[in-house]
């Protein structure tokens, strides 16, 4: 288990990686923007993306507005 900040809360998570995470959390069929540490994470790239122990992700899904 790691300890990690996802969207600046505190917890836990057995994934090792970026996408892994997404499915772990209930992201797998969303639109999202992601990013570790303030850097910025493309799609196609996090099943590559490690995670370690202390990682600050963000997951953000696009907003409307007018």
Do not use: W
Request: charged content about 20%; proline content about 3%.
């Amino acid at each position: 288990m790691k300890h990690i900040q996802i969207n600046s809360e505190s917890m836990t998570c057995q994934s090792t990686n970026l996408a892994e995470l997404l499915n772990e959390k209930g992201y797998q069929n969303a639109t999202v923007a992601t990013a570790i540490n303030g850097n910025f994470v493309p799609q196609q790239n996090r099943e590559n993306t490690l995670l370690k122990e202390g990682d600050r992700i963000e997951i953000l899904a696009p907003m409307q507005g007018g």
